[in-house]
């Protein structure tokens, strides 16, 4: 018995999880103010979703990735007309913008040894 709760637990945190992994961002909207709280969303995206939930008291914005690019799915009180804007404006980007932008990890590194040089030149002229 034992085993077959801990079975569906293994299953259900897993599958969990694959959800998580298919969700390219969430949105969390107070007042008509909007809040990343999952993901990478494009700057020129949130400046006209923010157009859109003007009026939108409490909601939640979500993208997830499906077959042919990607939808959207609408939590709290988003109407039916705000989230037709909100999917009109969804397909005007390419899924391949809703990615997260690359990072050149040599130049992150050789910024940061950098800092850590003039740190550590002050650090020296400073005694």
Not at 21 to 45: C, M, N, W
Not at 86 to 110: E, M, Q
């Amino acid at each position: 018995m034992a085993l077959i709760i801990v079975l569906g637990v293994l299953l259900g945190g897993g599958y969990l999880l694959f959800l998580r992994a298919q969700e390219l961002f969430r949105i969390s909207i107070h007042d008509g103010k909007q809040t990343v709280t999952r993901g990478y969303v494009p700057v020129g995206l949130l400046n006209d979703f923010g157009a859109a939930v003007r009026g939108v008291t409490r909601g939640e914005v979500r993208a997830h990735k499906s077959q042919g690019g990607a939808r959207l799915s609408f939590g709290g009180a988003i109407d039916a007309g705000v989230a037709q804007r909100l999917r009109n404006i969804f397909g005007l980007y390419p899924v391949a913008r809703l990615r997260a932008p690359h990072i050149d990890k040599r130049r992150a590194v050789s910024d940061a040894f950098t800092l850590a040089w003039l740190v550590s030149l002050l650090r020296n002229f400073f005694r």
